[in-house]
């Protein structure tokens, strides 16, 4: 990690505006993209997580890793064997290592506000498993302080993403019909207008079954997660390549030059969170 870790915070605001300004990026499947408006953060904390010396972990097995100016987020296991999962976060160095929510629910997806001052995540309450979870909504301060409870519904509320002004947050609300919870397959990649119109399906070449999309920060690639491989391709849906076979959950570091992902283990080769070049070479693993 270099370039990405000194990134100009002001210019990585300005890529992110121009990302949200174009196209937001939506999986056709168990949900539909919502969009809600958040009040300004200045009221009484409701809440807080336990005090007290965070669990040795690391994101060897976590679905999703934000690497930021400010820091690497991510979500793992409390500790070694552990059933839920926590939301972490470090230094760009990988030093500093503390967990920011010390429950016993499940916390994932997690994502840096604007301004890196605040992380947005879902929530599931303990011993749940799967979708119907009432799986909600929460944000909590960098220092694990001043949590914040954001959605109370009876459907999931998944994947959160922070807008560039910090005043919106796009998430994925599960579809429920009849009481049962009904998946397509396979899963379809769609591209809209932030405002929710222009909606049409993204070209993606032979690929037909995507776990989930990422757009590059100057809009004109896309990083995919497909047939357990990391996947990029242009936005006009041409030039699909493999950057990397088993793997998952890639997402672009600031400067656009790179991709994080969890890599799986194999041979010598430990699973765990890993920087790849966006071109395939120089793989280096991230030990946080």
Partial sequence: MHRDRRADPDRLGRRRRRRWVGVLLVLAGLAAMLAILLPRFGATPTAGPPRGRPAAATPSTSD?????????????????????????VTN?????????????????DPDWSPDGRRIVYASSPSRCRGFGCQTDLYAIGRDGRHRRRLT????????????????????????????VFRARSPFRVWVMGADGTGRRRQRLGNLNKVRSAAWSPDGTRIALV??????????DGGGLRRI?????????????????????????????????????????????
């Fill in 64 to 88: 999703r890793a934000v690497l930021l100016p400010w820091g690497l987020l991510y979500e793992a296991p409390a500790a070694k064997g552990a059933t839920s999962w926590d939301i972490w």
């Fill in 92 to 108: 760009p160095d990988g030093s500093g290592r503390r967990n920011l929510t010390r429950d016993r629910a499940s916390d994932r």
């Fill in 152 to 179: 109370s519904t009876p459907q999931d509320e998944l994947d959160p993403d922070w807008s560039p002004d910090g005043g919106r947050i796009a998430y994925t609300r599960s579809v429920e019909a009849g009481g």
């Fill in 226 to 235: 497909a047939r357990d491989a990391v996947w990029v391709v242009n936005a």
């Fill in 244 to 288: 990397r076979q088993s793997a998952s959950d890639a997402f672009w570091t600031p400067d656009g030059r790179h991709l994080v992902f969890t890599g799986y283990g194999s041979g010598a080769t430990p699973p765990g969170l890993r920087r790849i070049d966006v071109d395939g070479r120089n793989e280096i693993a991230l030990r946080p």
